[in-house]
């Protein structure tokens, strides 16, 4: 059964292969057994071994129960399963799986078509209510991952265009997850900077020296392993299995380390062996380590060691592909070591850049919302007066300003003027008076 799990596992649903998987050989059912417990004290959590609580299932599709209906049926066809033996992984991906259901018992298609009828009628009342919502059918998309044209019963076009369609939706998702993570590492920086941007530079200056800080506090940590190495392997093998590190046995650490006795690592158990070094980098009780970047940091690890070892592209190892990778197997290979995100450049300035102007026209934070110059409150004896003029880029600039305010204070100045008589002196100095001018009776009525 071993190459449909490659099949199941491939369309991302190892949860339900874990429920139906054949029992293992007793000694190695025990193994797993006491590997899930030794994990579950090492993290009492329930992290190791198992999705974090924030994060959510990797691949989820709008027919993910349809999907799983007919993975279940054709799992249990022994007929199927046999002629799954030795075919390549390329043709599966290419959806050529469907070319081996024509002699299928009646019965399993009758059970294959009354999936495909509850997906039509799911569909249908999506249909309606996305009708409904926009008024019309202009924005209803043709289904891809099922045969309309002969929805009366499931066949082969059927089980293809669901094969392709689930791959063409995994590869987009872990794109998009990954776009994702750079955006939220670049809002991140923009509001950073937005916020040193409105503190006066001794603020600025203190901030800064935080921030240094705690980016130092989260650096220091012991040297990452090279996920996948020999290294970091037996060092799963000897904190995490208790076993002793100088009788590394690489077919029982595979064992130790499938959990659910299928002969393949899926997703969540290659994850699992990550824990360690995951651990060295980040903690959830410090706040210098963000679980986003912890959850991002287990996937690359993954995929990293996925695409060292997997070499028919099923996204499962096997056995055999683990006994033949040479950096799992070479015991006096040096250690690469690995660069966690802190690291590594998430993003271009170029990308930054164009990232931070948009975030801040759509925050209304104006044109120079990271310029520290543009947003440094101005020193109080000069009033408004500096807010109003424009910034100055040199002497030359600064002169007209200058000679403007030097007019404006010479009538303040003592003047120089001259002599003349007393009684004239008096008339210019002394100003109209308003009193003495005739009231008007009407005045203020």
């Given at each position: ?6 099949f ?7 949860f ?19 590997a ?22 990797m ?5 993910t ?13 022994p ?5 799954l033996?030795?075919m390549?992984e ?43 919502k926009?008024g ?36 987009e ?18 509001e ?9 530079p ?13 980016e ?31 009788n ?64 028919n ?41 164009k ?7 759509k925050?209304?934070?104006g ?18 007066q ?6 100055v ?13 030097y ?18 002196q008096q ?11 005739p ?7």
């Amino acid at each position: 059964m071993g190459n449909f799990y490659q099949f199941s596992v491939f369309l991302c649903i190892l949860f339900i292969t874990n429920n139906v998987v054949v029992a293992p050989p007793p000694n190695r059912q025990a193994a797993a057994a006491e590997a899930q417990q030794q994990q579950h004290q090492t993290d009492p959590s329930g992290a190791e071994g198992s999705a974090p609580q924030d994060q959510k299932p990797m691949y989820q599709f709008a027919y993910t129960k349809y999907l799983e209906t007919v993975v279940k049926i054709l799992e249990n066809d022994p007929k199927f399963t046999e002629r799954l033996k030795g075919m390549k992984e390329e043709d599966i991906k290419a959806g050529n799986i469907a070319d081996h259901i024509d002699d299928l018992h009646e019965s399993v298609f009758d059970e294959l078509t009354k999936a495909k009828l509850a997906e039509i009628e799911r569909l249908r009342e999506e249909i309606g209510k996305q009708i409904e919502k926009d008024g019309g059918a202009h924005n209803i998309k043709v289904p891809e991952h099922i045969d309309v044209q002969n929805w009366e019963k499931f066949n082969k076009e059927d089980l293809r265009k669901l094969v392709v369609k689930t791959v063409a939706d995994m590869e987009e998702l872990d794109k998009e997850r990954r776009e994702e993570f750079k955006r939220y590492e670049m809002q991140k920086q923009a509001e950073e900077d937005h916020k040193l941007a409105q503190m006066t530079p001794e603020e600025r200056e203190k901030a800064k020296a935080e921030i240094d800080a705690s980016e130092k506090r989260h650096n220091e940590h012991e040297k990452l392993k090279h996920p996948g190495g020999r290294e970091q392997l037996e060092e799963v093998w000897e904190e995490s299995d208790h076993m002793d590190k100088e009788n590394f046995d690489p077919r029982t650490f595979f064992a130790l380390h499938d959990l659910n006795g299928d002969g393949f690592w899926n997703d969540d158990e290659i994850e699992a062996l990550f824990q360690i070094e995951i651990e060295k980098v980040y903690n959830e009780t410090n706040p210098d380590d963000d679980p986003k970047e912890r959850i991002e940091e287990m996937y690359r690890m993954r995929e990293h060691v996925v695409s060292q070892m997997d070499k028919n592209n099923d996204r499962l190892i096997s056995l055999e592909e683990f006994l033949k990778d040479n950096e799992a197997q070479t015991p006096t290979k040096q250690d690469e070591g690995w660069k966690d995100i802190a690291q590594q450049d998430i993003y271009t300035d170029e990308e930054l850049k164009k990232f931070e102007q948009e975030y801040a026209a759509k925050q209304g934070w104006g044109e120079h919302a990271y310029d520290p110059t543009a947003n440094t409150p101005a020193p109080q004896h000069l009033g408004n007066q500096v807010h109003n003029q424009p910034p100055v880029n040199s002497q030359f600039d600064a002169a007209p300003p200058v000679q403007q305010q030097y007019q404006q204070q010479q009538p303040q100045a003592v003047p120089v003027q001259p002599q003349v008589p007393v009684e004239q002196q008096q008339q210019q100095q002394v100003p109209p008076i308003p009193e003495k001018k005739p009231i008007d009776p009407g005045y203020g009525i």
